[in-house]
């Protein structure tokens, strides 16, 4: 292990999943070594860029790599869609950052994944799996088109359910559909981890809640640095205030105020949009130049 | 030598440094204080007395030869008073801007007890600048051994003791969690009062040194302590991460959008620069009407940035009176100058909500002073029925911080109640080869008690390792420690182009 090899993010293979989700897989072998399931890292894209938290989605030591699958939501995420291509590298990426999911000695385990969530429950269950437990996991995407992963999930879980929107794959409706189909089926889970987008992870706590079922979720609030330093990532669980970064990201699905965690997340919406924004326009204004300069040259 | 100085042959008055005018420096982040003229620097140095006792020289935490350089000003070698300087002081051109002085150097020195003291801070300010135009750096002859030393943190703490292991022959690399170096410097004090060019020249110096700096690096959880030693080939690490995890007031509201940590603002700011959006990409929370709770240095620096961001009100709000500011006195002066509203005896109660999740204002009540609490300070006591309401709309908590979790999360590093790392009176930890110091052992001080620490921590290193430490062995933890070995006196003398 030496430590002059941790530097330059060369992303090594991407695949688009659709046209906003996509995987990018960097090459950081001591990262690859290191990361546990339930952990993140911080990307910057480049020197002007903002740090942006992303849960990891796999790791592979012999390759010396790190799996993320990220969806193209903002400024950031968009312009990474447009620019990280096979070969190009990330100007920064620190981590894995936060406690890893502890990976408990729970016999049946339903893993729970929506939207970006599907990729990052992914270690979790195959962690799970590694213990020998008994998995089940719940996956939910928008329609057939949007599934990925399936394949990679079927292998480590002893069920899968595929929750679709449309119902165009598996059952329709959304994951906790498949939550309740799966207690149902097997009373005896001990415990729920759900990863998604807030308002999913709700969803499943309130699902999970009259069952009194173990439930634990990841939180993605805003933050800065990653490291406890900021304190931007608070939360509130149960009468604590907690960070996400250090303390987190995985609480008690049934403590999370997920409404207080909601409101948080949109502090800065105005000025994303903005920087949004400002990014397409100078993209355009790019294309323009980049058109005019090239019918000039064929005149 | 001509006549002697006394207290009434020097120049009275405190020769002034030149600032940026309030009203203008308030809208930009070019630095405030101009730096002495050498006219200035000159004058300036005659004010000093070459005492006999020297209390200025006892009164620094690092105890720099302070008449020493002062008289090589007098002799116009500025050369000569910058190799002063660098025998006990890494990075003058810091310090001399970021150091209390007034209680340091400057709150003994012997002028002072009648007239206004030397103004120190100054004078090494001005040396450490000409330095840095210059392109002076005085890289000692280097007699590499075979240990390698590894400092996780590249905040004073770490910087000063890289460049002390460095010099004693060690291959030295420093681990920084955040993309650039420089820790606290980079991060939290912004670039009115500390320029990012200062920090680049004496992080350059470092690797002229041979230091390396290892960025993107969050140690504990890439790898551990620990692995450090046992794996990763290091014979002796240096813990300098700072406490750095901000306190919350804890009063209803806390989690409202528009409060947040004195950290968050500064970083977004300094580190992130976020006031250069959207050329850069990180948010920066502006608010018209700021609140700021607390009156430490970080509160003035949230409080001058916010001011510079644009804010059209700026208030301090501060549970004691002025006196028991922690401040430096010049960044309080600083402060009012460009208007910002000070609120002693004013402590905050609740944050009052909008109803849409974000911050409408804030309840405070007004506080007297009682019996004087654990730390000499009189306890401010509320004063009854006095709860008043006033309008803000970003709130910014200065109140302090806490011992950042990761390492004790991470490592077996014994840890005190607070959670801050417990060492012994060399710095040494429960781990063998691992030392720390700064924040992460005595909570939030300053920066130079920092790389006092981090030069404490090196001596114990070295003794440690069994470097022979020249003529002054380490004896077990005093002052004495901060003195430099007599082999660094012999620094090669190079100029860079």
């Not at chain 2, 030149?18 to 420096?25: F, I, K, M, N, S």
């Not at chain 2, 603002?265 to 850069?280: G, H, I, Q, V």
């Amino acid at each position: 292990m030496k430590a002059s090899k941790m530097a330059n993010y060369e992303i090594v293979s991407r695949e688009d999943f659709s046209d906003v989700t996509y995987l990018l897989e960097i090459r950081h072998p001591m990262m690859a070594r290191a990361a546990k399931p339930g952990q993140f890292v911080i990307v910057m894209l480049n020197e002007q860029g903002e740090r942006i938290p992303l849960t990891i989605a796999d790791f592979d030591c012999d390759k010396g790599t790190i799996t993320l699958v990220i969806q193209a939501v903002g400024k950031t995420t968009r312009q990474m869609q447009d620019e990280c291509q096979v070969g190009t590298s990330l100007y920064a990426l620190v981590g894995p950052m936060g406690v890893p999911s502890p990976i408990s000695h729970a016999r049946k385990v339903l893993c729970v994944g929506g939207g970006l969530g599907v990729a990052p429950i992914f270690p979790q269950a195959r962690g799970f799996k590694e213990t020998g437990a008994y998995v089940i996991g719940v996956v939910g995407f928008r329609n057939k088109n949007l599934v990925f992963w399936d394949e990679k999930f079927k292998r480590c879980c002893d069920e899968l359910i595929i929750c679709t929107d449309d119902g165009s794959v598996g059952i329709k409706g959304l994951v906790t559909a498949g939550i309740q189909q799966a207690i149902e089926k097997h009373p005896d889970i001990d415990e729920v981890v759900a990863i998604g987008p807030p308002i999913m992870m709700k969803g499943c706590a309130d699902a999970t809640r009259p069952y009194k079922i173990k439930t634990m979720v990841s939180l993605n609030p805003v933050m800065v640095d990653g490291t406890g330093m900021c304190g931007g990532c608070r939360v509130k669980i149960g009468d604590q205030v907690k960070f996400a970064c250090v303390d987190g990201p995985d609480f008690d699905g049934h403590l999370v105020d997920f409404d207080d965690l909601m409101t948080r997340l949109g502090r800065y919406t105005k000025t994303e949009r903005k920087a949004l924004e400002h990014w397409e326009k100078s993209c355009r204004l790019q294309r323009e130049v980049g058109a005019r300069v090239e019918s000039a040259n064929q005149v | 030598m001509a006549k002697k100085k006394t207290i009434r042959t020097i120049p009275q008055e405190r020769t002034p440094m030149r600032e940026q005018d309030p009203v203008e420096r308030a809208k930009n982040f070019e630095e405030v204080a101009c730096g002495y003229h050498p006219d200035d620097a000159m004058r300036e140095s005659e004010r000093c007395l070459m005492c006999p006792d020297q209390p200025c020289v006892s009164g620094c935490p690092v105890g720099i030869d302070i008449p020493g350089f002062i008289k090589k000003i007098g002799e116009k070698d500025l050369r000569g008073a910058y190799d002063i300087l660098t025998e006990t002081s890494l990075l003058p051109a810091i310090c001399g801007r970021v150091c209390p002085q007034e209680n340091q150097c400057e709150g003994v020195c012997t002028v002072g007890d009648s007239l206004e003291p030397v103004a120190i801070g100054r004078l090494e300010r001005f040396v450490g600048d000409a330095a840095i135009k210059e392109g002076w750096a005085n890289i000692p002859y280097i007699e590499t051994n075979c240990f390698k030393v590894g400092i996780v943190g590249s905040g004073p703490a770490g910087m000063a003791c890289a460049a002390d292991m460095a010099k004693a022959g060690c291959e030295v690399t420093v681990f920084e969690a955040f993309h650039q170096p420089g820790g606290v410097l980079r991060y939290g004090i912004p670039d009115f009062r500390l320029p990012n060019t200062v920090i680049d020249a004496e992080i350059e110096n470092l690797r002229k040194l041979g230091v390396r700096f290892e960025c993107n690096t969050l140690v504990g959880r890439l790898f551990t302590v620990e692995q450090m030693i046992t794996e990763l080939g290091y014979d002796s690490v240096f813990v300098g991460v700072g406490a750095g995890y901000p306190t919350m007031l804890g009063i209803p509201g806390d989690s409202l959008n528009g409060v947040l940590s004195a950290n968050e603002l500064l970083t977004r700011c300094n580190l992130m620069r976020a006031k250069e959006f959207p050329s850069f990409d990180t948010p920066q929370p502006i608010g018209k009407r700021v609140a700021v709770v607390g009156a430490g240095n970080t509160a003035m620096d949230a409080m001058r940035v916010s001011l510079r961001l644009g804010a059209e009100k700026v208030y301090c709000i501060y549970r004691r009176s002025r006196k028991e500011a922690p401040a430096r006195a010049e960044e309080v002066h600083h402060a009012e100058q460009e208007g910002i509203e000070f609120h002693w005896l004013t402590n905050p109660v609740a944050v009052l909500d909008d109803g849409k999740g974000s911050v409408r204002g804030m309840r405070c009540v007004r506080m007297e002073l009682g019996e004087p609490d654990d730390s000499g300070r009189r306890r401010p006591v509320q004063v009854a029925g006095s709860e008043f309401d006033f309008e803000t709309d970003l709130i910014v908590y200065a109140i302090g911080t806490n011992a950042n979790p990761i390492m004790g999360q991470t490592s077996k590093l014994e840890l005190n109640k607070w959670g801050y790392i417990r060492t012994d009176q060399s710095l040494a930890t429960s781990m063998a080869g691992v030392f720390a110091g700064g924040d992460i052992v005595t909570g939030a001080a300053t920066v130079i008690e920092a790389m006092g620490a981090g030069r404490r921590a090196a001596a114990s290193m070295k003794s440690y390792l069994g470097i022979r430490d020249g003529a002054k062995p380490y004896d077990g933890g005093d002052e004495k420690l901060f003195g430099i070995d007599v082999q660094e006196r012999n620094f090669a003398r190079v100029r860079v182009a």
